[in-house]
């Protein structure tokens, strides 16, 4: 393992590293609150109706949710030896989380999901309110309507955001940005069609975890940092846990709890969703393909016939070796050893994560 | 009439004027197609299903549309005496287009309209074509997520394009684009409650419209160009013409021909619009509420009952006004009278379209 720091300095360096690191999550928590209520306060002084689209993104935010991305800035920023006390990585942070929300309120509407951090969805909520007040037109296209207008406010709101942060951050964000809409688009085709193609699969989870979660998030921070040459080793290193955070997403949806989630169970084999997970199941077991498409099969017909494939003890072997990668790749970068132990700490807590 | 040059100079200099701004127009659409085509090369190199996203985008970008918003900041810059040599004005007026085009992807879903420049809506070629291949899942779900996402790849490049103009832009263009999704959205809203509102119809139009297709692009040309200073006469002129705008879309969407608009006639009703039109006539005649609201009735009835009311006549006598009122907004305003009298000309133009 080449992370791991042992000696003493190390212990009480780390301790100081994190509190940094979470003092500086706190301060995005309170850029984002202070942004968003300041928006608030803007629209309500135009008209007492505009405030219901900042409103409802408002709540999302406010429901919490895992701050992962901003966490990889963050920690990408303080490992290029940036100055905590700058504002501008507060900044990209609160960006990145809010571009979170945006992605968030539109997949949703994509997967037709009911639930998200506990709560129903945008587009979920502003159906069913739609349909109670028995308004013109359909609840669906209402809902559905609404979760799109707010998705795009806070898309453009994330770019307000990031626009405080340096401009050499332009290229990582750009790229980031493109990269997610493009992701989701092959994402959804590919569950579309659902034909067993594992390449592609592993091509989907880069672009949407390996690079939007992990890697570009910390490159962002680099950047912000001004240490553009960190920019392999933390491609490589986002690359490996950013897998490994895909497929714990894939065994969270097949086997976790929805009570814990946050967000329905399931939902892949419901979206024909061509996860890795699912993908290498199928080239095994081919009746699980028709386990899913064709009606009249539950869920825990599917988990089982999953379990004695032996992908997801496989899947288990492979996120360990994902993690192992992620810390080979930074061990002989030139950072401080206290954020070479912290990411890696961070890359197993994400690859371990229970929610 | 306060902005008609008569004199023999002005008529020389108004076509160089022109010439100018057309250069610069066609320079935009150079910029644009070249900005597509680079993204669907970097693209294709990376996933040969990639591209796709991106394709549709360009399809509804090269099928025309009337380039209001970047022929009002182009004329904006120009009016404010800026360089054009510089490729800034070019860069923010792409951007406004492109911003345009996820405007339009976004609210033909809201609107589940079928046609848009002639052309099927990215939704509905994409359920189409789900349908036709006979794909996994809900192909309306499908078409629909794929113009969500081509939208928001859009909004991005937007962005993309917008940084390459100067920083003094930002602010008219953050507004510009928060204003435009909370119009949107209380646009949505009105037309689910379908109460009469004048006040609020009104508020929804200058969002829409005045400040959105008129007003703001000048003002982001103006500022483009460090003329901060027009901004109050610019906005006075944009939202009289901007509504004018508005209410000729509202007749044109009532009576217009859709052979000419390249999108369906009677949309507003079928989707309970509370346009400003719709609303004063009801204030004057409530059955056409019923007309629109039950089933069973043809557009054509609403049309007849619409005339009956006298207000699509007093409509265009405050078209008339509002244009009068928009030239004289710019009358005194320390710009060449050139470009105060091809402003004046452009108002008439927005107020007096066919299409």
Redesign the interface.
Known sequence: MACIETDGTGRESAATARRTRDDLLERMEEHLRAFLSA?HEL?AR??D??V???DALSELVAAGGKRIRPAFCIAGYLAADGDPADPAVVAAAAALEMLHA?ALI?DD??D?SSHRRGLPTVHAHHSAL?AARA???ESR??G???A??????A???S??LM?AAPAAV?AVW?KL??EL??G???D??A????SVDPR?SR?IALAKSGHYTIHRPLAVGASAAGRADLAPAFAKYGEAVGEAFQLRDDLLDAFGDSAHTGKPAGLDFQ??KMTLLLGWAMQRDERIHSLI?EPGHTPDEVRRRLVDTGVPDDVEKHIAALVEQGCDAIADVPIDPVWRAELATMATKVAYRTT
Do not use: C, K, P
């Not at 799109?148 to 406010?153: K, Q, S």
């Not at 569950?191 to 659902?194: D, K, N, R, T, V």
């Open positions: 928006e629209w135009v008209n109706r505009a219901g689209a900042v945006s539109h509407v994509i037709a739609h308004w013109q037109g296209r209402y559905e309507g609404v799109l207008l707010v998705g795009d406010l898309l453009v709101y770019e307000q626009s332009a750009n940005r493109s809409m493009i989701q688009y092959m959804m085709t569950a579309a069609e659902f592609l091509w979206q024909h498409t």
